[in-house]
């Protein structure tokens, strides 16, 4: 047995009310599945080699999304009950002396808390200690009733048992327990399922560790928010709003501006500098990354990309997977594909999309143009209506424009293609070759006048 205290995540739960064929677990919130949010909190309190999930409904499909996060997973092929998954658990939970239970759909869980949870029921040397909450309503949960002001737990009374003389009582069991390993599963073996669900409940451990002798003590969250969970649609949709309020209001604690921030989408791993603004209706989603001073207009959506310093990102943008360096500006209307790199200090325009291109320093591409597959230099002007044609009904080829390159309004670049630095593309052109340096480039038809044409057209219409 080692002392290194444990936590195990209940995961196995259907979430029957959900209606829905995913698992619980995996619903989203706040931008991440709820199990991934309740591990991160715990992997900030113990190793994650020390943190057992216990999975059952649709337990592969857990294990596959959560693979990443270096914890162990126990299943729980039956699922009858929290009792019942903590004997499933107990030959991994009882090389531990203490150890943590956690509810792995309540996402809004704190590492302080599950810190300070541990903290007290090692001091106390308690058996069982049972974290509590007092919400606005308590209707449904559990009631602890203490031993008088002290914090030892004389009972556990559920909703259904509630006696007039329980009528103030208003904090609740919320589901979190820290146990110490040696009287607990000296007795586990004792619940009954006894019950109308024909479960054996985690719950009841409480009063019979009380029958014992033991301590078992209770521990209030400063936030009853922490402890809620989601059973329904609507409730997961509740938590999302709230954490999202929570994230914007830790944002906004560190320097950046968000006006309106009700209407906005903040992702739980959205990073955000200084004196940077965050317009109504902006979306930032994944792990992106928002440098200082910056600002993001209006309607824009930015998943998983890194955005320097000074970037202006004007409305209606959306950014996925891409990087923008120092004092860059986009938009209106900009599409940045995954792969876009965007150079400091360079433009990206209305209605201009991107996808795996390196625009250098400096470098404008303000209108109506597509770059796909590209590797554009410094100092470099696309034209209105360019399009590098980077794909042949079989492969994709690379475009490179090299540095001081101006290329004019509805050109055609067709890859694999080479403007060498310092050339011109002339407007309209259709590029096939490569271009040397400080070359011009003509690829148009050349054009006929046929003077008067017109008028006999026109005349002619008018004898029919």
């Known amino acids: 047995m080692t002392e290194q205290f444990a936590i195990a995540i209940m995961a196995a739960g259907k979430g029957t009310r959900l209606k829905s064929k995913r698992p619980k677990v995996l619903h989203e919130v706040g931008g991440k599945p709820l199990l991934a949010h309740v591990i991160r909190a715990a992997a900030e309190v113990v190793p994650a080699e020390n943190i057992y999930v216990i999975i059952g409904h649709e337990a592969e499909k857990v294990r596959v999304a959560l693979a990443h996060t270096g914890v162990k997973f126990i299943v729980q092929a039956e699922q009858r009950g929290t009792g019942h998954a903590i004997q499933t658990a107990r030959g991994e939970l009882a090389k531990h002396q203490s150890f943590l239970v956690l ?8 590492s302080e808390t599950i810190r300070r949870l541990r903290d007290f029921h090692l001091s ?6 049972i974290l509590t909450a007092r919400p606005a309503d308590p209707t449904g949960y559990g009631r602890v009733l203490r031993e008088g002001a002290t914090d030892r737990v004389a009972a556990i009374v559920e909703q259904r048992s509630l006696r007039p003389e329980h009528a103030n009582l208003g904090e609740i069991n919320s589901g979190f327990y820290a146990f110490n390993s040696a009287p607990l599963f000296a007795h586990i073996n004792r619940l009954s399922a006894d019950n109308v669900h024909k479960e054996y409940y985690l719950t009841d451990m409480a009063a019979m560790l009380v029958v014992q ?20 649609i609507a409730e997961l949709v509740s938590l999302d709003a709230n954490m999202r309020m929570r994230k914007a209001r830790e944002l906004m604690s560190q320097g950046v501006t968000i006006f309106r921030p009700e209407t906005c989408v903040i992702d739980d791993d959205v990073q955000i500098g200084p004196d940077t603004i965050i317009e109504p209706f902006v979306q930032l989603l994944g792990k992106t990354t928002i440098g200082e001073d910056c600002r993001v207009r209006s309607y824009s959506v930015i998943s998983n990309s890194v955005i320097g310093n000074h970037v202006t990102v004007r409305h209606g943008c959306i950014l996925d997977g891409s990087a923008v360096a120092n004092g860059a500006l986009l938009g209106p209307y900009s599409h940045l594909r995954p792969g876009s790199e965007i150079g400091e200090g360079a433009h990206v325009g209305n209605f201009v999309e991107t996808k795996k291109v390196r625009l250098g320093k400096g470098s404008k591409a303000n209108h109506l143009t597509y770059l796909g597959d590209a590797e554009v230099g410094e100092q470099v002007n696309i034209g209105a209506g360019t399009i590098t044609c980077n794909y042949d009904g079989v492969n994709k080829h690379k475009t490179i424009i ?20 310092g050339a011109y593309v002339g407007a309209a052109s259709c590029v096939t070759t490569d271009v040397p340096s400080d070359s011009l480039a003509l690829g148009r038809a050349v054009q006929v006048v046929k003077e008067g ?12």
């Not at 106390?124 to 200690?129: L, S, V």
């Not at 090299?402 to 630095?421: C, H, M, Q, Y």
């Open 453 to 464: 044409w017109a008028r006999k057209k026109r005349e002619e219409k008018k004898k029919r």
């Open 103 to 110: 509810s792995g759909d309540a996402p809004l869980i704190r």
């Open 402 to 421: 090299e540095d001081g390159v101006f290329v004019g309004s509805d050109s055609t670049l067709v890859a694999p293609v080479k403007i060498g630095r």
């Open 124 to 129: 106390q040397k308690a058996a069982m200690t």
């Open 213 to 232: 002798g033991e301590r078992v003590m209770a521990f209030r969250a400063d936030d009853a928010d922490e402890v809620l969970g989601g059973n329904t």
